[in-house]
């Protein structure tokens, strides 16, 4: 798959359309989006060469313009949605998977020790949002919506809703209804 595919397929998460080359530049003024194409070109050209160097290094600029601590080494899946800039921050270890909604201040982060050391694996369709924390080797499964200042250090069944800190899941069949739209 190209990485313009991928860039579309994200792309596609915020407007409900597959844009022109004009169009998807046109969007690159909304913060969110030009960080999330800038992400796709880093991770495309992972390599140690030149033009790997040069995407890393635009990336870098752009993390500390923009707030978000996204590597690309981090695994994440098409239809990647960053809601808001500012203040975001994921293990390059962490796993995220399709039609995933990010929120600001949300910190997905590695536990050192214990038994749920390592990084979390985030299924498909997982909406996450502002100021929650998830850590350590957990599983998210598909279809959860993790409600805003949640604390999530423990494996989540899917069609789910995790609330508070501790946090509590509520069992849900619709839990991402309405929230995540545009899904590819």
Request: hydrophobic share 40%; proline share 4%; aromatic share 10%.
């Amino acid at each position: 798959m190209s990485d313009y595919s991928i860039i579309q397929k994200d792309l596609y998460r915020e407007s409900g359309k597959w844009l022109s080359t004009i169009e998807v530049w046109m969007k690159c003024l909304n913060p969110n989006l030009h960080f999330v194409y800038i992400l796709r070109k880093a991770q495309k050209h992972n390599k140690k060469n030149m033009v790997g160097l040069f995407w890393k290094l635009v990336l870098r600029k752009y993390q500390i313009k923009y707030g978000f601590q996204i590597y690309p080494e981090t695994t994440i899946g098409e239809g990647l949605y960053l809601g808001h800039w500012g203040c975001l921050v994921i293990n390059p270890k962490a796993k995220i998977g399709k039609n995933c909604n990010i929120a600001q201040g949300v910190t997905i982060g590695q536990q050192n020790r214990g038994k749920k050391m390592g990084s979390p694996i985030i299924n498909d369709d997982v909406w996450i949002g502002a100021n929650a924390v998830i850590v350590g080797g957990v599983t998210i499964g598909r279809n959860v919506l993790i409600a805003p200042n949640s604390y999530v250090n423990f494996d989540v069944p899917e069609n789910s809703i995790v609330t508070g800190n501790p946090a509590i899941v509520y069992p849900n069949l619709k839990a991402t209804e309405g929230y995540i739209n545009n899904k590819v």
